[in-house]
């Protein structure tokens, strides 16, 4: 397996505040990666730290080239689509529009083809097409989320938090689908979660994030095995 | 009241420009959260573009064009050199920009074409039509009005472009992950905020007759027509504008006469302000306290 996202020394600062110091981690080709770790750990600035939206310094490698200090559009057009954590919605355009948007980088005809696709993952967003998408549910608004971030035709998913504020059947079914999505369209993903149990459960690798720093890196399938991880990062 | 049916018509017209230019302010408005007070200044100053292609000997509406593409490129620039650098400033920098903006584009524009009025030509029959209801200019520029907005709707509704511009005022963020170019989408907006400006200006230029200060009155009626209709709202500020201009002519044809008319236009804000801050049609504003 090659590794599709590796990233040297990665450092991030909102201003003075220094939030990332100098991570090392990789996702690799058609994997899963999860990033875990508590509220204020660095997660969703790693996230933002790829798509160029805070200063960052390292090294960033995407597919043999290096991304960072680039602007965020043209980090997206090289095919990493970001799922931001409180989903991005554009609320006052219909979900039409928010899936127009999501393909705005590619030919409208093959746009078109592909919301069926969309559709074949999450039928309620064809129920929901002309309607307004700020009066969509949580649940809702995330299956757009996501299909917007599918649209781009992504090599890299980069996931903030999914299951967030959902209730417990509505992130099962989002993760059934997320499977799915995975085998079907071949795209790497980022996880960045707060629940563990259900990202070590999807992912293969797995890194842990405390207060910036990556303190425990390894096969997701071995750190949901280890006791003495679980009960003193992960909490379950 | 034949005398009643002229003034609700030439209400009409007048009130189309003020739609224009209230769409304009609304445009600038959605993308910064700032009414550009230099708004009225920049559709003078490509009136007078209009003017000098005109006495170039070009046809009135290959100039009416010309005026127009340049404004276009006249508001990106302005956008990329004067608003780019104070994007991210506090709300009373950006005020000063824009005053600064307004200042400096009147006394270009005085400083260019002189301060002494001029006349302007209007495309359409100098002509009363439909048993003296309507003069040929009112019904032209309504009517060119019309087909500018409805343009300008079509374009934002039905097509890419349009759609990312709408994106990138709402919310700049998910937009640049969308892979849309916020920064040129601004400027777009910015760019045909300032052709539309172009278009009032051209219209109204043949009855109010051409000076530097020709639109400062009339972005105050806009003002007001973007406010009644809501300031976030491009269709409630087009409706709006087209009220205001019915109510400033009736209210200057018999309440306050017409040497009070321009008091009306603060009347229209002051009490929208007050009774209804939002608009006939912009989305309400709550914050948590």
Redesign the interface.
């Known amino acids: 397996m090659t590794a599709l996202l590796e990233v040297k020394g990665l450092h991030a600062a909102y201003g003075e505040t220094k939030v990332l110091h100098g991570l090392d981690f990789a996702v690799q080709q058609g994997g899963v990666t999860a990033l875990l770790g508590a509220n204020g750990a660095g997660k969703t600035t790693t996230l933002r730290a790829l798509?160029g939206?805070v200063g960052t310094q390292g090294e960033i490698n995407l597919g043999g080239k290096r991304i960072e200090g680039m602007?965020?559009?043209d980090i997206?057009?090289l095919g990493v689509?970001?799922v931001?954590d409180g989903r991005?919605?554009?609320?006052?355009?219909t979900v039409e529009?928010n899936m127009?948007?999501?393909a705005?980088?590619r030919p409208?005809r093959e746009a078109t083809a592909d919301f069926e696709k969309m559709f074949g993952y999450f039928p309620r967003l064809k129920e929901r097409f002309r309607q307004q998408a700020g009066t969509l549910s949580g649940g809702e608004q995330q299956m757009l989320a996501i299909s917007?971030a599918l649209l781009?035709r992504p090599r890299l998913l980069l996931l903030d938090e999914p299951s967030f504020g959902l209730a417990p059947l509505i992130v099962r079914e989002i993760f059934d689908i997320m499977r799915r999505i995975r085998d079907e369209e071949g795209v790497s993903i980022l996880l960045v979660e707060q629940n563990a149990s259900l990202a070590l459960a999807f992912a293969e690798d797995a890194y842990l994030l405390e207060t910036g720093r990556i303190v425990i890196a390894g096969k997701a399938s071995d750190i949901s095995k280890d006791e003495g991880i679980r009960r003193s990062y992960l909490g379950y | 009241m034949e005398g009643f049916i002229h003034q609700i018509i030439s209400g009409i017209a007048t009130g189309g420009i003020y739609a224009s230019v209230a769409l304009a302010l609304v445009m600038i408005y959605q993308a910064t959260h700032h009414v550009n007070f230099a708004q009225g200044e920049m559709a003078t100053f490509s009136t007078y573009i209009a003017l000098t292609l005109i006495n170039f000997g070009l046809p009135y509406w290959v100039a009416f064009v010309g005026s127009f593409a340049i404004s276009f490129v006249v508001g990106v620039i302005i956008e990329r050199l004067l608003m780019r650098p104070v994007a991210n400033a506090p709300v009373l920098t950006s005020v000063g920009v824009f005053v600064g903006l307004l200042l400096i584009v009147n006394s270009v524009t005085g400083w260019f074409f002189d301060y002494t009025i001029k006349q302007f030509p209007s495309p359409f029959p100098d002509k009363a039509l439909f048993g003296g209801f309507v003069s040929g200019h009112e019904l032209g520029s309504t009517a060119v009005t019309l087909v500018v907005l409805l343009s300008v709707y079509l374009f934002f509704r039905h097509t890419?472009l349009g759609?990312?511009m709408?994106?990138a005022a709402?919310?700049p963020?998910?937009?640049?992950?969308?892979?849309?170019?916020?920064g040129w989408m601004l400027a777009l907006g910015w760019g045909l905020a300032a052709a539309i400006g172009s278009v009032a200006g051209c219209m109204v230029a043949p009855v109010v007759f051409l000076d530097p200060n020709m639109m400062s009155g009339i972005l105050l009626y806009a003002f007001a027509g973007a406010l009644l209709g809501g300031i976030d709202s491009p269709l409630g500020a087009v409706l709006g504008g087209f009220m205001v201009g019915v109510i400033e002519n009736l209210g200057g044809a018999y309440v306050v006469g017409t040497e009070l008319k321009l008091t009306l236009a603060l009347v229209i804000i002051i009490t929208v302000l007050t009774l209804k801050p939002s608009g006939l049609m912009g989305r309400k504003v709550y914050s948590r306290v």
Do not use: Q
């Open positions: 798509c939206m602007a965020t559009e997206v057009r689509a970001h931001p991005g919605t554009f609320m006052e355009l529009e127009r948007l999501g705005y980088t409208a917007r781009l | 890419r759609l990312a709408r994106a709402f919310n963020v998910s937009s640049r992950l969308v892979g849309v170019r916020v």
